[in-house]
C-alpha cells in the first residue's frame, strides 16, 4: 500500500519521486476549476500542494470529486508527482481521490490569512486558526524549546520527574492558588512544582527537571500572563551559590540560542521575521536590583522605590539597557528584596533584607525566576513566620528539611513566554494552544 507523506517529505525528496506515485493526505486548501483543467491545492501541517486532473487524461471519477470538493473538506489523493510550473516546481496529477469528511457549515474562519482575525475569534474557532502553517508554526517552536530543554538538562545530569498536580498549599506567595473539591477537602491546583522539585533534590535525585502545567488564579487581564502555562522547571542540590543556578540557566539559553537554525525552530523564525536570540559572549550580564533603580532613574527618568519589584515598564526599560548598551537580549537582575519573593528563598548573609535569587529578562519581559532555597529548618520556620504565615500549614513541607537537606536552588522558566518573546508575538494567548484566561474555559 501507498505511504502517506507529509508535503514537505515530497517536496524534500521530488527529484526523487519524480514520475512516481505519491499518497498526500490533508484539507482542501483550494479550489480552481478552468472547465478542463481542474486544480485543488492540498494542505497539510508542512505545506500545501497542488494537485490536478485534466479531462480526457485523468479518469471521470477524479474530475468529478474535485468539482464537489468544498474548502477544508478532508481528502487522500493518490497520484503522480510532475513537473509543473507551480511555486514548488511539482505537483500532484490525480488518479484517485477519497474524500474523508467534508465540511458541514459554513466556514467562520478563512484558514488563510487567519492570523489577520481578530484574537477572540481565532481562539473560538482555533481549530481552524492551527491549519494555517504560520500559526502551527508556533507550536512547533514551543515543542522545540522543550526539547532543547529537556535535551540539554539531561546531559548535565538532571533527572526528569513528574511531580502531583493537585497540592495542599500554595507556593509563590501573592499568586492565588484554584481550590479544588477533593472528597472530603479542599486541595488546590499546583501553582508551581517547587515544594516537589525541593523534595526531589532532598530525597537525592540531587539535579532534576520538569516540563508540566501550572495554574495561577490571578485576574489578570494582561499580553504576558494566563491562568494556566507550562513551567520549565528546574533544581540542583550542593550548589556554592545562586550564580551555580543562573549558569544552568544560562547554559539552557545559550544552548537554545545555538540551535534555532534547526529545523523546525529556523522556519517559525522566518515565518515571523525574528531575529534569532542575541547574548554575548561573556556572559549574560548580571545586574543587581539595586544597580537597576540607579539605571531606571539616571537613564530614564523612572523610579522604582528601593525594596520593589520592577513592574512591566521597568523591566522593558532594563530590557532596553541591556540591547543598547550591553548587546544582549538577556539580562539577569539579581538579589531582590526580601520582601517580594517567597518565603523559601534564601536571604543574604550581609544583608537579610536582600536574597540570594534572580529573574531574567527577555527582551524586555521576565521569562525565569530563580534563586537559592533555605535549607536549614529552623531558619525556614523563622521565614515563614516572618512572612506572616503558619508554619503548621506547611508541615508536610517542614518535614522533608528534617533528616538532611543539601544546600541547593533552581528556577521556573515560562515556556509560553519564551516563545512569545522569541517570535515577538504580541499577546501570550498567541503562544498557548487554548489559552485558559479570566473568559475562558472552553474550545
Ligand atoms: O516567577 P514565578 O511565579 O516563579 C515560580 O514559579 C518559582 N517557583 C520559580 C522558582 O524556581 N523559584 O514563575 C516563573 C516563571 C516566570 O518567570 C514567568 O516566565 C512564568 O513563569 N510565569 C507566567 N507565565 C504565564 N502566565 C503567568 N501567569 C505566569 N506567571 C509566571
Redesign the pocket.
Known sequence: MLKERFVWEVLAEKEKLLEGEVRICGWVHRIRDLGRVKFAIIRDRSGSIQVTAKKGESPDTVLETIESLRQESVVCVDGVLKKAPTREGVEVKATKITVINTPVEPLPLEVEGSEKASLPTRLRYRWLDLRNPKITAVFELEAFVARVFREYYTSQGFVEIFTPKIVAAG??SG?EVFPVLYFDKTAFLA??P?FYKQFAVIAGLERVFEIGP?F?A?P?HTS????E?H?L?I?LGFIESFHDVMDYVEGFIRSLAGRVEEEPARRALETYSAEPPRLPASGIPRIPIAEAYEILREKYGKEVEEGEDLDSEGERLMGQYAREELDSDFVFIIEYPWKVR?FYTMRMESNPELTYSF?LLYRGL??????QREHRYHQLVSNLKDKGLEPEGFQFYLDFFKHGAPPHG?????L??IVMQTLGLDN?REARMLPRDTERITP
Open positions: 507556593t509563590e499568586a501553582q508551581s517547587q501550572v495561577r490571578e489578570h504576558r500572563h494566563l491562568n502555562y513551567s522547571d533544581e517567597p529573574d521576565e521569562i525565569v525566576t530563580g534563586g533552581g528556577a521556573g522558566m515560562g509560553e513566554r501570550i
